[in-house]
């Protein structure tokens, strides 16, 4: 027989899963992040590749890469001196479709009086 959870226990798993989610969603809240996601979706790159795609030097890029790992979106691996990244969970990018889809809805609307 399965134990029965409270209403407190079910509000603790949800609120846990929330902030789960809002964690993960922060740590894609910035331009250069999104931007190395992105970058990360055609294939594995070392940081000095990736940095030189941005306007910031080596120490920011691995700063933002390093968040990233945290949050479990990409993860890594050490060459020689080099490290290099790939994205651990491509299935976000289905996430970033969706948001481009609402802008564009977004920009049609604003732009045609609705």
Known sequence: MKPVMTQAQTHTQSQERLNSRAALLKALAHPTRLWLVEQLEQQERCVCEL??????????????????RQAGIVASRREGKQIYYRLETPCLLGMLTCIETALEAQTSKSCCGR
Not at 51 to 68: F, Q
């Open 51 to 68: 940095t030189d795609g941005v306007d910031a030097d080596i120490s920011t890029v691995s700063k933002h890469l390093s968040l990233l």
